[in-house]
């Protein structure tokens, strides 16, 4: 079986741009969290889905948001990128909500120039 | 206060030898504990969970866990150059997971 795949690798944007990311999840998961890991830290919460709906936001500004679709997969878009933006970009799929044991995608590197 | 603290290291360890990674965590609450091992400029990857007190053995990992003191330990045995990388530690207490900064892990040939 798959594991989670994400999309794209590596992407390089500049101030004030938008970006989408996607992920899919391993197959039968219908949890879908997002993190964002900087150089040197460990992975921050952003969102949790779970049956499509958001069920836990991390502390972070309105600039970022979340969708997961009926096929269980996941798009988190950021607008207006800053300079800070830059960062490992993780999505991690779980059987269920809550403390169901997570498992990560290989990340999308994003460069804000 | 963070609510989850590991020894950012590095930590170093011969070859064969026993590495002791260790964790806090400030909730309580917390009901489910995870041990991640990630490499450089890779994400990270599960090596093991723990829910009980006590010891969870799988190979050559044990992780330890105990409530009262809100501590959860990862020992790896017989330590392999292929173990060097960074240990995250993650907590949660039910509604999202914390993960702490990470110990750095060299093993020496």
């Known amino acids: 079986d798959a594991g989670v795949t994400q999309s794209p690798t590596h992407l390089i944007k500049t101030r004030g741009q938008h970006v989408t990311l996607r992920c899919s999840p391993i197959?039968?998961?219908?949890?879908v969290s997002w993190y964002q890991q900087v150089l040197g830290q460990g992975p921050q919460f952003i969102f949790q889905?779970?049956?499509?709906?958001?069920?836990g936001r991390g502390n972070f500004p309105d600039r970022f948001s979340a969708r997961q679709f009926p096929n269980y997969s996941s798009e988190l878009n950021v607008n207006a990128l800053l300079l800070g933006d830059s960062a490992l970009y993780l999505c991690?799929?779980?059987?269920?909500?809550?403390?169901?044991?997570?498992?990560f995608g290989p990340g999308t590197r994003l460069t804000v120039l | 206060q963070k609510e989850v603290e590991q020894n950012s290291g590095p930590l170093s360890v011969p070859e064969g030898a026993i590495a002791s990674l260790n964790c806090t965590y400030s909730?309580?609450?917390?009901?489910?504990f995870f041990w991640y091992r990630q490499y450089s400029g890779k994400s990270p990857e599960l090596i093991m969970f723990?829910?009980?007190?006590g010891d969870k053995e799988d190979g050559r990992f044990t992780a330890q866990l105990n409530k009262a003191s809100q501590y959860v330990s990862l020992l790896i045995r017989d330590s392999q150059p292929s173990d060097s990388a960074t240990y995250l530690c993650?907590?949660?207490?039910?509604?999202?997971?914390?993960f702490g900064t990470g110990t750095s892990l060299t093993v020496i040939p």
């Open positions: 991690a799929s779980s059987l269920e909500w809550g403390a169901d044991t997570q498992y």
């Open positions: 197959s039968g998961h219908k949890s």
């Open positions: 889905y779970y049956e499509k709906e958001e069920r």
């Open positions: 909730d309580r609450g917390s009901q489910s």
């Open positions: 723990i829910y009980s007190n």
């Open positions: 993650a907590v949660n207490p039910g509604n999202q997971f914390y």
